[in-house]
Structures are given as structure tokens and as C-alpha cells.
């Protein structure tokens, strides 16, 4: 299988402020890549697809960027509801396989 | 709009089967992958396996062996069975739709919270 490793695994940030996180795969996976926000007690949402697309209705806040083995998801102007946890997932290959999740708090 | 509406038992007892259902709305099933992926307390999400509507499946190989998704077509559902559950197989299983080509998971069921316990 393919191991996706995030990091940080959690950080804190304040309103208007902006994060980046990192995921790392364990080898090449060209630009098969995806990342979900996830919400206690609701669904994933899928932010971004194949690295940098913004999924349809999604705020242009959030972009990704990355191809290979590393890929970055960055929020600019970080507002209340952006604060979760986001997963990176690899589409490359079955069976798919998702980072282990970034806590994003508010500081 | 494409809506998944899920349900199944939420208790079940070591050794019996999981058997979850998501049901597809505002589409249908043609031209996609259907997919159920889980998350267990305190985890990540885990991708179980998949099925198309001709009921072409790929599965998880660490679920290989007890999981079965299936398709019907006539009612416009999918489903997932899990045998011999343990309590390590407690979590939210969640059904999904496959975007194709880039592949991703872009219409989520609501989650179902399934505990295994004796």
C-alpha cells in the first residue's frame, strides 16, 4: 500500500491568518492526489482533486499544489469554519489510502 | 444533485455480519464507482473497497476476505456486508461516490456509527 504521512498533525492558527500543510507518499503517484475537510459528526468534503483543482463550490481560499511525492494545501484568510481536520488521499493506486489527518485549532 | 442516503444496523455482537445500504439520489449509478470508507474512534479514514453498476468490485486486501459490496441496480443502491465482525471493525462507515478521471470522492453519504461489542 501506499503511506501518505501529513504534517503537522495538528496546529493552531488565529482568524485571518494562513496555514499550509504537507503530505508526503511513499512513492510516486504523478498528480493522483486528493484533500477532504472533515468536520466532528459531518461527512468529508472534498476540497481538492488531482493537486490543485478546486472541487466545484468550494472557497477559492483553499488551493493545493505538489505532483510526485509532496503536495501542499494552503488556506489563506482562515475563517471560523475552516477550523478541522483535513486529510490528504492518494487516488494513484487502489487500494486508496489517506493521510492520518491534520487537526487545524483555533489559537 | 447527486445525494447518498445510508442506513444499517448500528449495534452488533462479535462474529455476526455488518450490513450497511446507501441509496442514490438525483442520479444514477452508471458511469461512476461506488465506495464505502470508514474511520474508526480516534483514527483516519479507511477505504474499504469499491463497486461499479455492473458490479465490478475492488476491495481493501486487509478486507478482502469479509467484505462483499454489491450493486442493485433496480433500486438504485449499493450495499456493504462485513462478516465476522470484531470490535476493531467499530467505526462510521461512510458510502461515497467515485469521481472518475481524476478519481476522488466527491458526494458523501451521512455516516452510519456501527459498534461491535459483546
Known amino acids: 500500500d501506499i503511506q501518505m504521512t501529513q504534517s503537522p498533525s495538528s496546529l493552531s492558527a488565529s482568524i485571518g491568518d494562513s496555514v499550509t500543510i504537507t503530505c508526503r507518499a511513499s512513492q510516486t503517484i504523478n498528480r493522483y492526489f486528493n484533500w477532504y475537510q472533515h468536520k466532528p459528526g459531518k461527512a468529508p468534503k472534498l476540497l481538492i482533486y488531482e493537486a490543485s483543482s478546486l472541487q466545484s463550490g468550494v472557497s477559492p481560499r483553499f488551493s493545493g499544489s505538489g505532483s510526485g511525492t509532496t503536495f501542499t494545501l494552503t488556506i489563506t484568510s482562515l475563517q471560523p469554519e475552516d477550523f478541522a481536520t483535513y486529510y490528504c488521499q492518494q487516488s494513484y493506486t487502489t487500494p486508496y489510502t489517506f493521510g492520518q489527518g491534520t487537526i487545524l485549532q483555533i489559537k | ?118
Not at chain 2, 445510508?6 to 455488518?18: I, M
Not at chain 2, 462507515?93 to 478521471?101: E, G, I, L, M, T
Open chain 2, 1 to 118: 444533485q447527486v445525494q447518498l442516503q445510508q442506513w444499517g444496523a448500528g449495534l452488533l455482537k462479535p462474529s455476526e455480519t455488518l450490513s450497511l445500504t446507501c441509496s442514490v439520489s438525483g442520479g444514477s449509478l452508471g458511469s461512476y464507482y461506488w465506495t464505502w470508507i470508514r474511520q474508526s474512534p480516534g483514527k483516519g479514514l479507511q477505504w474499504i473497497g469499491e463497486v461499479n453498476y455492473s458490479g465490478n468490485s475492488n476491495y481493501s486486501p486487509s478486507l478482502r476476505s469479509r467484505a462483499t459490496i454489491s450493486v442493485d441496480t433496480s433500486n438504485n443502491q449499493f450495499s456493504l456486508k462485513l462478516r465476522a465482525v470484531t470490535a476493531a471493525d467499530t467505526a462510521v462507515y461512510y458510502c461515497a461516490r467515485v469521481q472518475r478521471f481524476p478519481d476522488a470522492f466527491d458526494v458523501w453519504g451521512q455516516g452510519t456509527m456501527v459498534t461491535v461489542s459483546s
